[in-house]
């Protein structure tokens, strides 16, 4: 079972539909507001603690402390990990953070260690 520690909650609009435990970027000129995070993205607000079904729903994105992110393959625990497509933690050279957990396949969820930036 994965756990969150520490984490620091924030109020986002989602702009569409975005899952449980995925991670998020603000909507560029659009205060307040997110979508979810591209493969190589690196300005990530988080990862939302809930779920929204429609655009202007609320979200609650939780960053810093040990968060929850669903799994875009396979991670080794103690792994670098960075955004993969659909807003999923997948394992990269350089990225958001480090995995406390590992994931065996697409949608584990993974606690990750917040870092903002980790790796090379």
Do not use: H
């Amino acid at each position: 079972m994965a756990l969150e520690e520490s984490v620091q909650r924030y109020s986002y609009e989602a702009n569409g539909a975005i899952d449980q435990y995925i991670l998020v970027s603000s909507v560029a000129g659009t205060p307040r507001t997110c979508k979810i995070a591209t493969a190589g993205d690196v300005l990530l607000i988080g990862a939302t603690l809930n779920k929204s079904t429609a655009a202007g729903q609320a979200l609650a994105v939780g960053r810093e402390g040990i968060i929850k992110v669903k799994a875009g393959g396979v991670i080794t625990a103690g792994a670098v990990v960075a955004a993969g497509a659909g807003g999923k933690a997948v394992a990269g050279a350089s990225g958001f953070g480090i995995a406390i957990t590992g994931a065996g396949g697409i949608d584990e969820v993974v606690e990750v260690q917040w870092a903002g930036k980790a790796g090379a």
